[in-house]
């Protein structure tokens, strides 16, 4: 209306139309009584009663069948019933007999409906959704903070449970060795195990992984770095000639009791506008997060050299160091002189 779209909505229910085709024509009268132009529209009044679609919406394994049934309508209405398979054409189908809905991975619509005697005569249409999942669910791994987490995602029926176990050997273990997991695992035994996974989705899809871990006992790196460090910036790094490097995933530094860097081996750190005494802690990490021991080194760093403090400590050399020393030398001689002198005059 005035230029904007307007719904109404018509209840025909009480006008008991017969079945067949119908028209309806509409138009707008303003508020001056002008009447629009008249629009005309054809429906389709069915006598007939929607049929059954017998097939489960539930998600499956197997593959979907369905068939159509008709206890309401008479025989004698009805001239043939159709099933309709996603958007495909309409087929015309037998009471009872069994049609495949769907029999790979993924869902699909599948419509039926009852066609009367006369063409334009048509029940409503019943819809149903074909699910089925024959596929295993997606399994991952991994290691932060010396655990091992587990994921496992299922766009279809959805993850039913995770089970794990670990092993010696690469074999298949026993039913009754898995776990339910619920959160990440530890894992403190070292040398190489195996990780055993075994993922259930809501249909029976059964997915088993083996993991293969190696758990290494890593030592300490090196902290090269001088123990003083004098009207200069210090700097520090990391060396390591005993862990293999296969088995380090990185290597991390902690200045005091800051927070953990990583730090390449080799990589020169330098801790500016840093002095007094420092404290440098260090360790490796392996392939799942678990640290290895902690070595430290503390270090000094000085504005001012030891042979020049504040208690007036003076300066090896220099012309200013050499001409005190010098001024003092002779006025320890005057005083010495002079109090011979007194004492030879008293006498």
């Not at 009044?45 to 206890?71: G, Q, R, Y």
């Not at 871990?213 to 000639?241: C, G, M, Q, W």
């Not at 270090?299 to 003076?314: E, P």
């Amino acid at each position: 209306m005035d230029g904007q779209p307007k719904t109404f909505n018509i209840d025909l229910t009480s006008k008991s139309l017969s079945g067949g085709t119908h028209k309806i024509e509409i138009w707008a009268i303003d508020s001056k009584g002008n009447p629009s132009e008249i629009e005309t529209r054809n429906f389709i009044v069915s006598t007939l009663k929607k049929p059954v679609l017998n097939m489960s919406e539930e998600w499956s394994k197997d593959d979907v069948k369905f068939t159509i049934t008709d206890a309401l309508n008479n025989p004698l209405d009805v001239s043939k019933y159709q099933y309709k398979i996603g958007e495909g054409a309409w087929t015309d189908a037998t009471l009872a007999q069994e049609y495949l809905a769907l029999n790979t991975t993924g869902t699909v619509k599948v419509s039926v409906k009852a066609i009367g005697v006369s063409a334009s005569d048509e029940s409503m249409v019943v819809e149903k959704t074909a699910k089925v999942d024959k596929q295993n669910s997606n399994v991952s791994t991994g290691a932060s903070n010396g655990k091992i987490t587990i994921t496992a995602t299922d766009t279809h029926s959805g993850i039913k449970k995770i089970e794990y176990c670990w092993s010696k050997q690469d074999i298949e273990p026993s039913e009754s060795d898995y776990k339910t997991y619920t959160d990440a695992i530890a894992y403190t035994e070292k040398g190489k195990v195996y990780l055993k996974i075994k993922v259930e989705d809501n249909v029976g899809n059964i997915n088993k992984i083996s993991k293969e871990y190696n758990f290494v006992t890593l030592k300490a790196p090196v902290i090269d770095a001088k123990d003083k460090y004098v009207n200069e910036n210090a700097s520090v790094k990391l060396t390591d000639s005993q862990n293999n490097a296969s088995d380090v995933s990185k290597y991390q530094i902690k200045i005091d009791n800051g927070e953990w860097q990583d730090i390449a081996l080799n990589q020169e750190k330098k801790l500016e506008n840093m002095t007094g005494n420092i404290k440098v802690t260090a360790r490796a990490v392996d392939l799942y997060g678990n640290y290895g021991p902690e070595v430290t080194k503390n270090i000094i760093v000085s504005n001012v050299n030891d042979d020049t403090t504040a208690q007036g400590k003076l300066p090896e050399t220099g012309i200013f160091g050499n001409t005190f020393v010098i001024c003092s030398l002779i006025g320890i001689v005057g005083i010495i002189s002079y109090r011979k002198y007194k004492l030879i005059k008293l006498k």
